[in-house]
């Protein structure tokens, strides 16, 4: 059974930092493009990072600088760091899998693929 299970939102001050965790089962992430996407109340869903089989990664402009997307294959883990948290960041993350075709070329910082399965989200909270 695939399942995806993120972890590590909360609330925090503006500038503070939070980790996101995604535990993959089901399958091995090392093989897939894995992007994490967020959605705040009344917006469309951003895709905001993705990176692939090969690590390599892509950004959506609105975190390029603060946010950080890696995996640990062994743990079968997606994470997303996130730095300089603002108000505007504030939203449920949910992370997903792409495919194996590798990150979109842009602009929206998804996977080439479009995502197949997803979390049940995380809420990040940014207040000032």
């Known amino acids: 059974q695939v399942e995806l299970v993120e972890s590590g939102g909360g609330s925090v001050q503006t500038g503070g930092s939070l980790r996101l965790s995604c535990r993959a089962s089901?399958?091995?992430?090392?093989?897939?493009?894995m992007g994490w996407v967020r959605q705040a109340p009344g917006k469309a869903r951003e895709g905001i990072a993705a990176?692939?089989?090969?690590?390599?990664?892509i950004y959506a402009d609105s975190v390029k600088g603060r946010f950080t997307i890696s995996k640990d294959n062994a743990k079968n883990t997606l994470y997303l760091q996130m730095n300089g948290l603002q108000a505007e960041d504030t939203a449920m993350y949910y992370c997903?899998?792409?495919?194996?075709?590798?990150?979109?070329?842009?602009?929206?910082?998804?996977?080439?693929?479009?995502?197949?399965?997803w979390g049940q989200g995380t809420q990040v909270t940014v207040s000032s």
């Open positions: 990176i692939d089989s090969d690590g390599d990664t």
């Open positions: 997903a899998e792409g495919g194996t075709y590798g990150v979109g070329a842009g602009p929206e910082a998804t996977c080439h693929h479009e995502y197949i399965d």
């Open positions: 089901g399958y091995k992430i090392g093989a897939y493009c």
